[in-house]
């Protein structure tokens, strides 16, 4: 029952400690070096040399598929090789050339991918397909596991070939008219974009990762909303500004007009109460002064009795 016990803690401690592995990767050559780890104890030392060896990661590693084959450097040199998609012309050069090479093949799903590349710079292009690896390591003829180093591959007399054709399922539609770029993601955190060979085929010149990008599309806003646009501060400063001197233009117009509509009116009041008054008082010029004049009546006498002449008696 104690054994039982103790095994079981054992396994649960290893899981979460791969747990923390998986969740602690911030970075592809973290990746790239636990893979290296993976593969090198799940090597069998009986396959036979150039044969394809698929490894298996634990759970927490989902999404990625790795396989690895071992060469020998002349023969690499002399016949190249295929593994999976990538395509090593005859001439490859491997740097150290060591009796014996560990040739390992990624393919990182397209979580991973989001994940180990979203600190590259691919401002207006997305990924359209995953991103997949080709490194090499030492495996001399004692295949020292214990101290695996990277070598490195360069293309010789021919290209690498690299052939995503069944390697991704979320690439546009060829008679869309948009056609992806290779994108090769250096360990300095640049990327080289270049124009493939042919319709999803890529050509590279030395290791690393490789994958397919094409040109974002327009964010579209949901039904009813408008995309909002950051503004610069200095266009709102200028804005702000001769919206403000616009607006005490107008009201200064509204204001002369308000004080010349208000002068007409007291005008016409003024011209009205002149006028009543002249209809009621005529007015006349007497020289150079407006005088009150009155119409010119006269009484005529009336005698109230009839005269007669004085005659004394």
């Given at each position: ?12 401690c ?6 923390i592995?998986?969740e ?64 090593l ?9 060591v ?47 214990s ?22 399922t979320?690439l ?20 080289t ?121």
């Amino acid at each position: 029952m104690g054994s039982l016990l103790f095994f079981s803690l054992v396994i649960l401690c290893s899981l979460t400690s791969i747990s923390i592995e998986a969740e602690g990767i911030k970075s592809p050559r973290v990746l790239d070096l636990i893979i290296r780890d993976y593969t090198f104890k799940s090597y069998d030392l009986h396959l036979r040399t150039g044969k394809i060896h698929t490894v298996q990661l634990p759970a927490n590693f989902s999404g990625i598929k790795v396989d690895t084959a071992r060469f020998r450097c002349g023969s690499l040199r002399r016949y190249g090789a295929q593994v999976k998609e990538f395509h090593l012309g005859i001439g490859v050069i491997v740097h150290p050339c060591v009796e014996r090479v560990m040739v390992i093949r990624q393919k990182l799903g397209h979580n991973w991918s989001s994940i180990f590349y979203s600190n590259y710079d691919l401002s207006g292009y997305q990924l359209v397909s995953p991103i997949l690896g080709l490194l090499a390591y030492n495996g001399g003829s004692d295949v020292n596991f214990s101290n695996p180093f990277e070598l490195g591959i360069h293309a010789g007399e021919k290209p690498i070939i690299i052939d995503f054709s069944n390697a991704t399922t979320n690439l546009e539609n060829p008679s869309s008219g948009i056609n992806p770029l290779c994108a090769s993601f250096e360990n300095d955190g640049k990327v080289t974009l270049k124009n493939p060979a042919s319709l999803h085929v890529c050509v590279a010149t030395r290791h690393g990762h490789y994958g397919l990008v094409i040109k974002s599309p327009p964010l579209l806003p949901p039904p009813g909303q408008e995309i909002k646009k950051k503004i610069s501060p200095w266009k709102v400063i200028v804005g702000s500004t001769v919206g403000s001197a616009l607006a005490v233009f107008l009201l200064g117009l509204l204001l002369v007009a308000m004080f010349v509509k208000v002068k007409k009116k007291a005008r016409m009041e003024e011209m009205e109460r002149r006028a009543y008054e002249e209809e009621a008082l005529q007015v006349s010029m007497v020289g150079h002064v407006r005088a009150p004049t009155a119409a010119v009546t006269r009484t005529m006498p009336t005698i109230e009795h009839e005269y007669r002449p004085y005659r004394p008696s």
